[in-house]
T-cell receptor, first 115, second 113 residues
């Protein structure tokens, strides 16, 4: 059972475009939704994260939109640059409370930004 | 520099030959975890540790062992590797309570022939 579904698998945009990556989750108990960015040969690195009590969070050119009722969240990259070319993973985790801080990941989106 | 380190970065081995992938963090984090990354499957948790001597299974623990004798180290042990364990492995750590950033190591690419 895939608890976090991510789309699209791959995405190609031109420089300056606004790629949008979407994720849908099933478990309504999830309360933390991070996006990770991974460059080839590197480990994932936290890009931006949101909790379900807000509908949008912006950090620089990166914005998360969150729709609790639809159980969906998305990543928007404004004014995309070739340096943004990477694999992006959405993830979700349950409330802590002393238990596993496991991240449940989507399958990833390979983003290519052409010059 | 705050970081998670893994060794080796690349390893080619043969079926049945025991191996250990080391993981170390210098952030005094209590929580550490191992994930494997496979094409089309994303990252899946293998084992995790809430603190020294406290470990538990994740989603795909079969064929793996871990230990947590020191806070900074969390080695992943494959007692008898098989080709289906060919994968990219990541160690991660986080500190504090509540949901927060997990820091990932650079990865270990393992090939089992």
């Amino acid at each position: 059972q895939q608890q976090v579904k991510q789309s699209p698998q791959s995405l190609i945009v031109q420089k300056g475009g606004i790629p949008i990556i979407n994720c849908a989750y099933e478990n309504t108990a999830f309360d933390y939704f991070p996006w990770y960015q991974q460059f080839p040969g590197k480990g994932p690195a936290l890009l931006i994260a949101i909790r379900p009590d807000v509908s949008e969070k912006k950090e620089g050119r990166f914005t998360i939109s969150f729709n609790k009722s639809a159980k969906q969240f998305s990543l928007h990259i404004m004014d995309s640059q070739p340096g943004d070319s990477a694999t992006y993973f959405c993830a979700a985790s349950l409330p802590s409370g002393g238990s596993n801080y496991k991240l449940t990941f989507g399958k990833g989106t390979l983003l290519t930004v052409n010059p | 520099e705050a970081q998670v380190t893994q060794n080796p970065r690349y390893l080619i081995t043969v079926t049945g030959k025991k191996l250990t992938v080391t993981c170390s963090q210098n952030m005094n984090h209590e929580y550490m975890s191992w994930y494997r990354q496979d094409p089309g499957l994303g990252l899946r948790q293998i084992y995790y540790s809430m603190n020294v001597e406290v470990t538990d299974k994740g989603d795909v623990p079969e064929g793996y062992k871990v230990s947590r004798k020191e806070k900074r180290n969390f080695p992943l042990i494959l007692e008898s590797p098989s080709p289906n364990q060919t994968s990219l492995y990541f160690c991660a750590s986080r500190g504090g309570s509540g949901a927060g950033e997990q820091f990932f190591g650079p990865g270990t690419r393992l090939t089992v022939l």
